[in-house]
C-alpha cells in the first residue's frame, strides 16, 4: 500500500486549468481516470487526510504510485478526452463503466417505419444513425428540444406511439408542434421520414445551407407582411444557432492523425504528441530532451518523426501527421514516412480550423510538461544542492553560493536605459530582494558603464547602511551582500562590475558573467570562458537566474517607455488634473491649436481660469519644438496630439528569453 504523500505534486505544479488526469499504479498501468474544470482544485481533494476520504476513494489513492494530467482549453474537451482515455485503458477503479455503459450517444432510428430521435448508449446498432457522444444525457435533450420547433420529428417509445394510434390523438408534443405526429396521420411515413433524414443532415454539419434557406423565407415572410411567420421562422434560426455545438477536440471529418508540438528553452525541450483516430484523441505521449546539440523547431520535428515510427509499419503509421515546422528538406522525411507506412504520408503544418485549435491543445500541454519538468528540478532540494556545487567548483569557490544577485541592463535605441538585480537564496527566487535602477549618470547605449553604474550604487547602499533598521528590526532593502554576482553579458560587462567592486574595496564577493550566445561563464581577468556541460546543473541554475534578470529589467523598462509615450506638455501644470485637460484638448482639437491660442481663448473652456490659462500657456511656449510626424504611406504631416501613444509594435519589442512568469514582488525603484 503506497502513501499519497510521496507522490503528491505540490500545489503550485498543478496548472488551475480545466484537464484530465490519470493515476497510475507502480506498474504504470493506469488505474483511474478523471476530469475536472480546475485540475488543481480537484487534485488536492485526492490528497486530504485518508480517513476522510470515501473508503473507494481511499482505496485508489494507495494503490496508485504516480498521478498525471493533460491540460485541454474547455471542460468540453476535457469530458471528451476522459471519455476516450476510459474507452482505451479500462481503468480499475472507473466503475461506472463496467456495466458496458458509454457516454450517451443522440441516436435517430432510421432502420423503423417511423424514426426516432432519442438518447441511446451502449453498442452501436444497425441502421440506427449517431451523433456524438456528448458529455451528459442533458445536453442531448436540450439540443433536441431546440430543434424540435424546427424538424418536428417522433421522439415517443414505442409504447406511447401505439397507445396515440388506437385513441386517435397525439401526445403534448404533437399539440404544441414538436412533434408532426405522424402516429395520427398528419403526415405520412415518407414524410416524415424525409424530415428526420433532414434532422440527420444538420447534425452531421450541413446546416449553413439550411439556415440560408429559413433566413430566406423570413425576409420573403416579412416582405409579404406575414410577420407572424418571419417571427416564427426567425425564432427557428436563433433555435438551431444554439443548437450547433463545435468541440475542439474531436475532429468532426473523422481524421486519423498524429499532432506533435514543442516547447523548448536553450537547453531542453518538451514535445507532446496526440494520436487522433476516427477523430477523437486516442492517447497521448509526450516526454522531455536535453537539447545537446544546436537545433531548431524543425530539427526537432525530424528527430521526433524518427523515435515515433522508427518500428512502426502499416497503420502504426498515421495517414496525416501535422507539426509546428516541416524538416528541412522535407522530401526524404516523407519518403521515409512513406515506406514506413506503405502508402502516401501527409506532413503538414495546419493553419486555420479544427486541426489547428487542436494543435494549439497540443501547444499547451508541451508549454505545461516544461514548466512541470522545471518546476520540479527547481523545487528539489537534491537538485539544487549539486547545483550550487557545481558552481562553486567551476568557479574556483571555497562554499557555495547561498546567495546569488544577478544584474541585467534593458533599453531601446539607448532610451530608457534601466537595469534589474534579482536575488536567489539557497537557489531559489527572494522575490522581496529584487532591486531595479534606472541609469542616471549618462545619456544614451552603454551597457558597460551602465553595469558599473549598478554595481557601484548597489554597493555603496551596502557600505552607508546597516543590516536592520534600528526601529522595526526589519532588513533593509541591500541588507545582506551576495556571495556571487552574475552579469548578464561577457567579458565587458564582467570587467565593469570587477573595476567597480575594486573601487569600493569589496574584494569577498565572486564574480562572473553568462554570455547568452554560447552560453560561456566568464571570470574576472580570464582570456578563455568557463564551459559548463550542456546538462548541468549548475549550467541551468545559472541560466534560470540570468532569465529572470532579464525579464525584470525588460518588465520595468517598457513600464518607463510607456509612461514617457503617453505624457504631454499639459502633464506639467500644476493643479491641472485629467479632467481639464480632455476638456482643453476636445475644445481645440489638439496641442499645436491649443499652443496657438491666446489666454483669452483658452479662458472660454469651461473650469479653465485666467491663472490656468496662463500656466498652459507658458508650458506649451516653453516646450522644446519637436519635428513633425510624417504619415509614411501618405506622405501628410500629421498635427500633434495631447498624449502620442508609440505602439510597442511600432518601434520593435525586444526580444525575451524569459522563463519564469511575472508574479508579486517588492520592485522597489532607486
Known amino acids: 500500500m503506497a502513501d499519497p504523500s510521496t507522490y503528491r505534486p ?42 476522510s476520504l470515501h473508503p473507494r476513494t481511499r482505496t485508489m489513492v494507495t494503490t496508485a504510485a504516480s498521478v498525471e494530467w493533460t491540460v485541454v482549453g474547455t471542460e468540453v474537451e476535457a469530458l471528451q478526452l476522459e471519455y476516450s482515455w476510459i ?97 395520427v396521420g398528419r403526415v405520412s411515413a415518407e414524410e416524415h421520414r424525409e424530415l428526420a433524414e433532414e434532422f440527420c443532415d444538420f ?35 436563433e433555435a438551431l444557432k444554439r443548437a450547433m455545438e463545435k468541440n475542439a477536440v474531436v475532429l468532426g471529418d473523422g481524421t486519423d492523425a498524429d499532432l506533435l508540438a514543442f516547447a523548448q528553452d536553450e537547453l531542453e525541450a518538451a514535445v507532446q504528441i496526440f494520436h487522433v483516430r476516427g477523430g477523437r484523441v486516442r492517447g497521448q505521449r509526450g516526454w522531455v530532451t536535453d537539447k545537446v546539440e544546436q537545433v531548431d523547431t524543425a530539427g526537432l520535428v525530424e528527430h521526433a518523426l524518427l523515435q515515433l515510427y522508427g518500428e512502426e509499419s502499416g497503420e502504426g503509421v498515421p495517414r496525416e501527421v501535422l507539426v509546428p515546422a516541416l524538416p528541412e528538406p522535407v522530401e526524404p522525411v516523407l519518403a521515409w514516412l512513406a515506406e514506413r507506412r506503405g502508402s502516401k504520408v501527409d506532413l503538414r503544418v495546419p493553419q486555420r480550423g479544427d486541426k489547428r485549435e487542436l494543435m494549439a491543445t497540443v501547444e499547451r ?51 530608457d536605459v534601466v537595469a534589474s538585480m534579482v536575488v536567489f537564496e539557497d537557489g531559489l527566487a527572494r522575490k522581496s530582494e529584487y532591486r531595479r535602477f534606472a541609469i542616471k549618470g549618462f545619456e544614451g547605449q552603454d551597457d558597460v558603464r551602465s553595469m558599473r553604474e549598478v554595481i557601484t550604487r548597489r554597493f555603496r547602499h551596502q557600505e552607508s547602511a546597516p543590516l536592520k533598521d534600528e526601529e522595526t ?36 564577493v565572486a564574480l562572473c558573467g553568462l554570455a547568452k550566445r554560447l552560453e560561456e561563464v566568464w571570470l574576472p581577468e580570464e582570456d578563455d570562458p568557463v564551459v559548463l556541460p550542456r546538462s548541468s546543473e549548475g549550467l541551468y541554475l ?16 517598457r513600464q518607463k517607455r510607456a509612461k514617457r509615450a503617453t505624457s504631454s506638455a499639459l502633464d506639467t501644470v500644476p493643479g491641472l488634473g485629467e479632467t481639464r485637460r480632455q476638456a482643453l484638448i476636445k475644445h ?7 499652443k496657438a491660442a491666446t489666454i483669452e481663448e483658452i479662458c472660454e473652456v469651461p473650469g479653465v481660469g485666467r491663472r490656468t490659462a496662463e500656466a498652459v500657456a507658458a508650458a506649451l511656449a516653453s516646450r522644446t519644438p519637436t519635428a513633425p510626424a510624417v504619415n509614411m504611406a501618405t506622405g501628410e504631416i500629421m498635427e500633434e496630439s495631447a498624449g502620442p501613444v508609440t505602439r510597442e509594435s511600432d518601434i520593435g519589442k525586444p526580444q525575451t528569453t524569459a522563463s519564469v512568469v511575472c508574479t508579486d514582488a517588492t520592485e522597489s525603484g532607486e
Request: charged share 25%; proline share 5%; aromatic share 8%.
Open 10 to 51: 505540490a500545489p503550485g505544479q498543478i496548472p488551475d486549468s480545466p484537464g484530465v488526469y490519470k493515476f497510475r499504479d507502480a506498474h504504470s498501468r493506469v488505474i483511474y481516470v478523471g476530469k475536472a474544470k480546475s485540475l488543481r482544485q480537484r487534485l488536492a481533494n485526492y490528497f486530504q487526510d485518508l480517513a
Open 203 to 237: 447534425m452531421a454539419g450541413h446546416a449553413g445551407a439550411y439556415l440560408k434557406r429559413l433566413e430566406t423565407q423570413m425576409r420573403e415572410a416579412a416582405a409579404e407582411m406575414e410577420y407572424e411567420k418571419a417571427g416564427r421562422l426567425r425564432d427557428d434560426i
Open 365 to 415: 500541454n508541451a508549454l505545461q510538461a516544461l514548466a512541470l519538468h522545471k518546476t520540479k528540478r527547481a523545487a528539489d532540494l537534491t537538485t539544487r544542492s549539486v547545483a550550487l556545487q557545481e558552481i562553486a567548483d567551476a568557479l574556483g569557490l571555497e562554499s557555495a553560493p547561498l546567495r546569488i544577485e544577478c544584474y541585467d541592463i534593458s533599453h531601446l535605441q539607448g532610451q
Open 542 to 557: 545559472l541560466q534560470r537566474v540570468r532569465d529572470e534578470a532579464h525579464r525584470f529589467a525588460i518588465t520595468y523598462q
Open 87 to 183: 474507452k482505451e485503458f479500462d481503468p480499475r477503479f472507473n466503475v461506472k463503466y463496467r456495466d458496458d455503459k458509454s457516454y450517451p450517444s443522440l441516436a435517430v432510428t432510421l432502420n423503423e417505419e417511423f424514426p426516432r430521435v432519442q438518447v441511446m448508449r451502449g453498442p452501436k446498432k444497425k441502421g440506427v444513425r449517431y451523433f456524438g457522444p456528448y458529455g451528459h444525457a442533458w445536453a442531448i435533450r436540450e439540443t433536441v428540444d431546440l430543434m424540435l420547433r424546427v424538424f418536428p420529428v417522433r421522439t415517443c417509445s414505442s409504447g406511447v406511439f401505439k397507445r396515440a394510434e388506437q385513441i386517435g390523438r397525439p401526445c403534448l408534443l404533437g399539440y404544441i408542434g414538436k412533434c408532426s405526429a405522424p402516429c
Open 588 to 594: 481645440f482639437g489638439s496641442l499645436k491649436k491649443l
Open 473 to 508: 528590526g526589519k532588513a533593509r532593502r541591500f541588507a545582506y551582500p551576495p556571495q556571487l554576482i552574475v552579469v548578464d553579458g561577457g567579458q565587458p560587462q564582467v570587467a565593469a562590475a570587477q573595476q567597480a567592486l575594486m573601487e569600493l574595496g569589496v574584494n569577498d
